[in-house]
């Protein structure tokens, strides 16, 4: 199985081919799911593997995980932007993949990508 690292860097780079083509949707999603498996990688080497019944945490606990295991190695403030940066996606993903009348356009899809890529920088990880 690739690690939540290596599913990051692939989810980032499905994304841009998305929004290359077009995809809006599907950019919003990978996008999210890119910063998730970013910060997924950062809380495994914290807390250990495993979340329970599955091996990622919850989608709706990012942002308390985040303030539980991340604040005290992330400078002050970044945490807070951190939270903010993952609510977004998230809820952005859920419309992009549930609400069929969600206006889900290139504007928010450029958005995804820059709130992915801001997380990722805040992690330090590599795209």
């Known amino acids: 199985m690739a690690s ?14 998305l929004r290359d083509a077009g995809q809006w949707r599907s ?10 498996s970013a910060l ?11 979340f329970g019944k ?6 709706r606990e990012m942002a308390r995980l ?4 991340l604040k005290q190695h992330l400078r002050t403030g970044d945490s ?3 939270k903010s940066l993952i609510r977004r996606l998230y809820k952005a993903r859920l419309d992009a993949d549930y609400v069929s009348g969600a206006s889900i356009d290139v504007r928010l899809a450029r958005d995804a990508l820059r ?6 920088r805040l992690l330090e990880v590599p795209t």
């Not at 997924?40 to 495993?50: F, Q, Y």
């Not at 985040?66 to 295991?69: G, K, L, Q, T």
């Open 54 to 59: 599955y091996e990622h945490p919850p989608h």
């Open 4 to 17: 939540w690292t290596d599913m990051a860097a692939e989810a980032l780079v499905a994304a841009k081919i």
């Open 27 to 36: 950019t919003v999603s990978r996008a999210y799911y890119a910063a998730f």
């Open 80 to 82: 807070d932007w951190l």
């Open 115 to 120: 709130d992915a890529h801001a997380v990722f």
């Open 66 to 69: 985040i303030e539980r295991h």
């Open 40 to 50: 997924t990688a950062e809380l495994s080497d914290i807390v250990g593997h495993g």
